[in-house]
Each structure stands twice: as C-alpha cells, then as structure tokens.
C-alpha cells in the first residue's frame, strides 16, 4: 500500500482503465463473471447487433430489470477516489472506462472515455436521431419498445456484438494512456479487445498497477498487483496522500 502510495503522489498525469469489478461495488451484476449476467441466464445474444434489429424485445425485457439497477446506482468508494486525484490533488486524471453507466462522472472525473458506449444517449438504427438516453426509460418500464418518429427502434449508445467500437472515444482514450506516467488498471481481467489493449500504449518505462480479483494477462510486467476489492485498496491510497499534505 506504501508503495501505491508513492505512485500515486509522484504522479502527475494517471490514466485509469477500468472495467465491470469498478461498478460492481455499486451493485451493478458483472458478464463474465461465474455470478455474472452470462453465468445467471442472460444470452449473449441480447446484445448482438443483428438479433436487436429483427427483434429488439429480448433487450428491452431484460434492460427493463438491469438498466434500472444501473440508474438507481450511486458512485462508491473507489469511483471517489479517482475524482478526488483530479479535483483535491491537483492530479491529471483520465478514465478509459468498459461501462456503460455514468458513475465516473457521476462521482465528478471530466475526462471520462467510454470505450464500449454509454447509456447516456440513444440513437435510432434508422435515420440515426440521437436523443437523451432517460427519454426511451419510460416507455421501456411501460413494457414497450421505443420507437423513433421516422419508424425506426431507438438502441442505447451501449456497443453490441458486431458493432464497431466508437473511434474518437477510443483514440482519446490511447492518447490518454501515451501521456501518462502512471497507469492504474481497476476491475478489469483485461480480456475483451480492443479495450485491453490499451495499457500497452504506455510509454516505455512507466509503471502500471493492477487492482483485480483475478489474473491479468498484464499481471507479469505490473509493478503493483492487488488481488483484492478496489475499495479496499485505493481509497485508502488517496487517503493517505491527502492526510499527509
């Protein structure tokens, strides 16, 4: 913990990749998980691409039930930490995030990438109308599908399976990652490209930190690996930082 410590406070530019294990303790069911949507019952094929536009309710009836739960939840500890090296501690601080939810932001981080989109927004398959994501929820909780006023489905801005991850979102969030002197990896098995990708565009010589319950394929060339909930482990770091200054 020193040792993150020292990391931490001697950086100035900290980029974060994090996955579905930051959002978790917020409540929030991971996919790959053996607890995970995947494990539970949930096919993979309710985010795939092609099956959404034959047919988008499979989606909506199991998003009626998971994005509430994404909605009602609240930024833990671990979300808080990260925004207060930006905002207290006067760090550089960008987020390459895999989820979906708002909880980076949320807790107060601005640079925030999502990578595999956000429920922010919602676009029509159509004629590609982009309209607030908390605008289809009341129809969806009705048990309807949302339909846009040309005739085509509205689709949360969440990437599916044959979809093309957003460009711009991911080269900020290279870019992000070239220009730190330290990367710190939080709940994230680093298994689903090319979002896992992304800490090898550190620059040579900069340390990276692993804070995951499980093995990594970046665990080997890690200067930091924690095994354990990333609530136990970084807001204890920061904490220490902000009590010595």
Not at 25 to 31: K, R, Y
Not at 87 to 104: C, E, F, M, W, Y
Request: with cysteine.
């Amino acid at each position: 913990m020193a040792h993150l410590t020292g990391l931490l406070r001697q950086a100035q530019r900290i980029a974060f990749v994090t996955g579905a294990g930051m959002s978790t303790e917020s409540g929030i069911p991971d996919f790959r998980s053996s607890s995970g949507l995947y494990a539970t019952g949930t096919a993979e094929s309710t985010f795939d691409l092609e099956a959404f536009k034959r047919d988008p309710g499979p989606f909506y009836r199991f998003a009626l039930g998971f994005f509430d739960r994404i909605m009602a939840a609240t930024p833990n500890a671990g979300h808080r930490a990260i925004a207060e090296l930006q905002d207290r501690l006067g760090k550089t601080v960008d987020v390459a995030t895999q989820n979906i939810d708002l909880l980076h932001q949320q807790a107060g981080t601005r640079c925030v990438h999502p990578v595999h989109g956000t429920i922010a927004t919602a676009t029509c398959t159509e004629c590609g109308a982009q309209v607030p994501g908390d605008s289809i929820w009341a129809t969806v909780r009705a048990g309807r599908i949302p339909w846009h006023g040309c005739g085509g489905v509205l689709k949360p801005d969440v990437v599916f399976f044959g979809e093309v991850l957003p460009e711009e979102v991911l080269w900020r969030a290279r870019r992000a990652v070239t220009a730190a002197d330290l990367v710190v990896v939080l709940g994230t098995s680093l298994t689903v490209h090319p979002a896992a990708m992304l800490p090898g565009f550190r620059r040579h010589g900069v340390p990276v930190v692993v804070v995951n319950r499980t093995p990594t394929v970046l665990d080997a060339e890690a200067a930091l690996v924690f095994r354990a909930a990333i609530g136990s482990v970084l807001p204890p770091a920061v904490a220490a930082i902000r009590d010595a200054d």
